[in-house]
């Protein structure tokens, strides 16, 4: 099993910035690979970032050059670092693991495990 848990939600004017955490507990042999998901109103839950055990990372395209996902070890946490902001980024964020290596990208059905969700709205 996998624990996680989303911080750092908020409200914040376009243009703004705001860094998200998603703390990793249990089980380290299930976490190939951390993902973070958006849903937006009305909206499917879509692919954001993946931050996997390698090192390496994979971002969607709307998002590309103004969010960054990395890892504090020291805090088994994996972060979203989130500059630039549209109105069109607000939705509940939520981070995910449990993906096998090998299938560690931003499709959610490779995903098992799913942390509550933390708001971010852009105005």
């Known amino acids: 099993q996998v624990q996680l848990v989303e911080s750092g939600g908020g409200s914040v004017q376009a243009g703004g910035s705001v860094r998200l955490s998603c703390e990793v507990s249990g089980s380290a042999s299930l976490t190939a690979c951390v993902a973070w998901f958006r849903e937006a109103p009305g909206k499917e839950r879509e692919g954001v970032a993946v931050?996997?055990?390698?090192?390496?990372?994979m971002y969607a395209v709307s998002v590309k050059g103004r969010f960054t996902i990395s890892q504090d070890n020291v805090n088994n946490t994996v972060l979203l670092q989130m500059n630039t902001l549209r109105p069109e980024d607000t939705a509940m964020y939520y981070c995910?693991?449990?993906?096998?290596?090998?299938?560690?990208?931003?499709?959610?059905?490779?995903?098992?495990?799913w942390g509550q969700g933390t708001q971010v709205t852009v105005s």
């Open positions: 931050f996997r055990r390698s090192g390496s990372v």
């Open positions: 995910a693991s449990g993906a096998r290596v090998g299938f560690c990208d931003l499709h959610r059905s490779r995903y098992k495990y």
